[in-house]
């Protein structure tokens, strides 16, 4: 995430908090009613025991979650498109996990001249950011969300604020949602998230819708198989034994010539409940 090198004749840039104002900057950018959702993500950081003055690369929240639970959470306070952040996230700092078979966003990723790197801890991270800038490099991307240390350095109080994960998210997604009442348009807005630079938004931005409804089919596929297996572990526990109700007689023999319903569907008045889950192709 960088500030655009080229605006757009006529667009102005997205404003940027000054020094140690970060926390009045996401107040002013909050309506009443996003608050205390932005205090839910602060509470969920706190209960995930995010260690902003310590490397937590052996115990402590699991890494690979800290980014994807953050976001969700970011996404509702700032009432973003569900998983639009999130599918942000995994183009800027998506790292390959063998166990879920997917992409997921890695805090302490960092980003420099080009080259990304996955370090094992923040410990870690803030080692290799120190030295890139010994080396004069300025423009350093960090995080879940890869915020621009050039750019957006001096929204945060230290550079240990601007990698830890809740400032990290909390500070992106503010940032989109100021871009896109900016842009009127989601996608113009995830453009000028990397870039105002026409070529490189645009090219960014298709990267990221990709994403996105990957991302989209994605939940959907989950939603169906956490339905199906609610209503299978229904069907093979069945009601209480106190519960059961008495058997019903036989329905009457079917006529020649007609056509028997499923007993599901007899009892819904034609509507075969199961398909309702999508349990049968």
């Known amino acids: 995430m960088r500030l655009p090198a080229a605006p757009r004749k006529g667009t102005a840039a997205a404003e940027r908090p000054e020094e140690g104002t970060l926390l009045r900057f996401l107040t002013r950018h909050l309506v009443a009613g996003r608050r205390g959702a932005l205090i839910g993500l602060t ?132 940032f989109l949602s100021q871009l896109r009442e900016g842009s009127r348009s989601w996608p113009k807005a995830v453009g000028h998230y990397h870039s105002q630079t026409p070529k490189l938004g645009s090219k960014y931005r298709r990267k990221v819708m990709d994403a996105w409804r990957q991302e989209k089919r994605l939940a959907v596929k989950k939603a169906l198989e956490q339905r199906r297996a609610q209503v299978a572990a229904l069907e093979i526990q069945g009601p209480a034994p106190a519960e059961r109700p008495e058997i019903p007689p036989p329905p009457p023999p079917v006529t020649v010539g007609a056509t028997a319903e499923p007993a599901s569907r007899r009892a819904f008045g034609g509507i075969d409940y199961r398909n309702l889950f999508g349990l049968f192709d």
């Open 43 to 174: 509470a969920l950081a706190a209960a995930a025991m995010v260690d902003s003055g310590a490397a937590r690369a052996t115990e402590g929240p699991d890494p690979w979650q800290l980014c994807p639970s953050l976001i969700e959470a970011a996404e509702q306070a700032m009432e973003l498109p569900a998983h639009l952040l999130q599918s942000i996230s995994k183009v800027e700092s998506g790292r390959w996990n063998e166990a879920e078979g997917a992409r997921l966003a890695w805090p302490w990723t960092v980003s420099a001249k080009g080259k990304g790197r996955y370090l094992p801890s923040k410990q870690a991270m803030l080692k290799e950011i120190r030295a890139l800038q010994r080396r004069g490099i300025k423009s350093i991307d960090v995080g879940c969300m890869q915020v621009n240390l050039k750019y957006h350095g001096d929204a945060f109080d230290s550079l240990e604020q601007a990698v830890d994960p809740v400032h990290n998210v909390a500070y992106a997604a503010v």
